[in-house]
């Protein structure tokens, strides 16, 4: 069992930058796959990104190539999302959620149901 805690959300204007961070406990957290999703209001969750277990591989969606970096601490068993050059449409509730297994290939696990733990979510504004 991994319980998943996101935090560093909040209200940023248009052009700023975030740092969300995903805390793990319970399980190994070096052995998880870690992916990054958002949700906006009316909209289906959308893929962001996903690191590989020691953080040599991470993959992005092409809506946020470049924008968003995805890293990992496993001494701290925490993952992060740095976001930059915010827009409105990046305002969102972010997820993040844990995958059994050193890696996964990026059409897995861009995939919401190859994950097995989730996170409740941050709450992302951006205003314009």
């Known amino acids: 069992q991994v319980q998943l805690v996101e935090s560093g959300g909040g209200l940023v204007q248009a052009g700023g930058s975030l740092r969300l961070s995903c805390a793990a406990s319970?399980?190994?957290?070096?052995?998880?796959?870690m992916g990054w999703f958002r949700q906006a209001p009316g909209k289906e969750r959308e893929f962001v990104g996903i690191i590989n277990w020691n953080g040599g591989t991470t993959y992005y969606a092409d809506s946020v190539k470049g924008q968003f970096t995805i890293s990992r601490d496993n001494a701290k068993n925490t993952v992060y999302l740095q976001m930059n050059s915010l827009k409105p449409e990046d305002t969102a509730v972010y997820y993040c959620?844990?995958?059994?297994?050193?890696?996964?290939?990026?059409?897995?696990?861009?995939?919401?149901?190859?994950?097995?733990?989730w996170g409740r979510g941050t709450q992302v504004t951006v205003s314009s």
């Open positions: 959620a844990a995958a059994e297994g050193y890696f996964c290939s990026s059409y897995k696990c861009s995939s919401p149901q190859s994950y097995k733990y």
């Open positions: 319970g399980r190994t957290f070096s052995i998880y796959v």
